[in-house]
């Protein structure tokens, strides 16, 4: 099945600095990649997502790249600010005909922006 | 509001008791999810239901029996539970149907259930 990794697993950046979060996967087959930012003590919320047939999307501040060979994705958030502090989890799907959508997620990544 | 909505918020219950948690999505979507989150696995996939049918049971533990009666609820029984299922436990949504589209995940903000 498909294995997700994520590094690094804490980061902290000075306000205005860029952070940059990689994941890599395990099946080929995995096709769409969301990104999604949980604040403590409240749910994840999708923040933006990447598909296979895309190397880069971009959306204010925030960025996700795709090298589909290497089977690794990264977010980049540039210009930092103190409510980027979050989990960020990353993900790997594969959607399947009939079977819905299964969804196969990194160990997190806690981000502190320092001001 | 995402419009997944899960009761109860915080629950607490013995090894022996037998307890349902609830999640209801008002979002018209077809694919319901339940997932555990906790400091050794933040987020695992425990079911999927498309349709109301279950398409997917990674594999857990008997001691965890969703229902999912139609595509707007879904369930999750819990009886003689361990310590260690002490957990959030997130429901979430998609408009994910068949074929090959990709669809949002919108998470409920899960029952913290601890279990004694």
């Known amino acids: 099945g498909e294995n997700v990794e994520q590094h690094p697993s804490t980061l902290s950046v000075q306000e205005g600095d860029s952070a940059v979060i990689k994941c890599t996967y395990s099946?080929?087959?995995?096709?769409?990649f969301p990104w999604y930012k949980q604040e403590l003590g409240k749910r994840p919320q999708l923040i933006i997502d990447?598909?296979?047939?895309?190397g880069e999307k971009k959306d204010q501040r925030i960025a996700v790249t795709l090298n589909k060979t290497a089977k690794h994705f990264s977010l980049h958030i540039t210009e930092t600010q103190p409510e980027d502090s979050a989990v960020y989890f990353c993900a790997a799907s594969m959607p399947r005909d009939n079977y819905g959508q299964n969804f196969v997620f990194g160990p997190g990544t806690r981000l502190s922006v320092l001001p | 509001e995402t419009g997944v909505t899960q009761t109860p918020r915080h629950l607490v219950m013995g090894m022996t008791n037998k307890k349902s948690l609830k999640c209801e999505q008002h979002?018209?979507?077809?694919?319901m999810y339940w997932y555990k989150q906790s400091a050794k696995k933040p987020l695992e996939l425990m079911f999927v239901?498309?349709?109301?049918?279950?398409?997917e049971n990674n594999s857990v533990p008997s001691r965890f029996s969703p229902e999912c009666p139609n595509s707007s609820h879904l369930f999750l029984h819990l009886h003689t539970l361990q310590p260690e299922d002490s957990a959030l436990y997130l429901c979430a949504s998609s408009p994910r149907t068949g074929g090959s589209s990709y669809n949002e995940q919108f998470f409920g903000p899960g029952t913290r259930l601890t279990v004694l």
């Open positions: 099946d080929s087959a995995s096709n769409y």
């Open positions: 979002l018209g979507h077809n694919a």
């Open positions: 990447i598909r296979s047939n895309v």
């Open positions: 239901y498309n349709f109301k049918e279950q398409t």
